[in-house]
């Protein structure tokens, strides 16, 4: 069955600290890979994107991801939180068949103490 | 230029009432997408449109859910009779063809008392 896992579902860091959360996916055939941030009471927004190439994606304020794809992953990395970024974030996998449908993993929310 | 606009963006609405959410997707988008959010089920792709027409709508809970499309400006997603399990955020996204990515909508949060 096609799924997203996140296996880290609250994180609290400090500022300045840095920050890792897993994607992992089970996809038959290629995909397109996504991490959307939902701040606070607002929509969800697209914070990085990988279709293919380098799979080292820089996306918006500072995050990155690596594609692994022997590992069926995807981790959102940043080196250094800003209480900012409190959010939840999610993980979404497409085929790129071009059937469109995401595929979202539960989310991921992340607290940073000032 | 707008983003997605969905409304309303609250409702409360008592069990066995019918209840429908709006929403416009961005002008020239021809997919159009109603996700559902939930604590337990995180979000969830219930229904998508392309050129007005469904093209899956196996996320869709039960009979009770219909979503229509009738332009290509304006969706809705109704439910009738509400129930409490209902209660979630729901969110419509757009987005264009040969593109992967989907714009979302500020969300209309239901609750069913």
């Known amino acids: 069955a096609q799924s997203v896992s996140q296996h880290n579902h609250h994180v609290i860091l400090s500022e300045a600290a840095s920050l890792e959360l897993g994607c992992n996916y089970s996809?038959?055939?290629?995909?397109?890979l996504f991490w959307y941030v939902q701040y606070p009471g607002q929509h969800l927004q697209l914070l990085l994107k990988?279709?293919?190439?380098?799979?080292l994606v820089k996306g918006i304020k500072g995050f990155e991801a690596e594609f692994i794809k022997s590992k069926f992953s995807f981790n959102l990395r940043k080196p250094s939180v800003q209480w900012s970024d409190t959010a939840e974030y999610f993980c979404?996998?497409?085929?790129?068949?071009?059937?469109?449908?995401?595929?979202f993993g539960t989310g991921t929310r992340l607290k940073v103490l000032a | 230029d707008a983003g997605v606009i969905q409304s309303p963006r609250h409702e409360v609405t008592e069990m066995g009432q019918e209840v429908t959410l709006r929403c416009k997707p961005i002008s020239g988008h021809d997919y159009l997408f109603w996700y559902r959010q939930t604590m337990m089920r995180g979000l969830e792709l219930l229904i998508y449109f392309n050129n007005n027409v469904p093209i899956d709508d196996s996320g869709m809970p039960e009979d009770r859910f219909s979503a229509k499309m009738p332009n290509a400006s304006f969706s809705t997603l109704k439910i009738q009779p509400s129930e409490p399990r209902d209660s979630a955020v729901y969110f419509c996204?757009?987005?264009?063809?040969?593109?992967?990515?989907?714009?979302f909508g500020p969300g209309t949060r239901l609750t069913v008392t």
């Open positions: 996809y038959g055939g290629t995909v397109n």
């Open positions: 990988y279709f293919s190439g380098d799979p």
């Open positions: 979404a996998v497409s085929s790129t068949s071009g059937t469109y449908k995401y595929i």
């Open positions: 996204a757009s987005k264009t063809s040969g593109s992967y990515e989907q714009y």
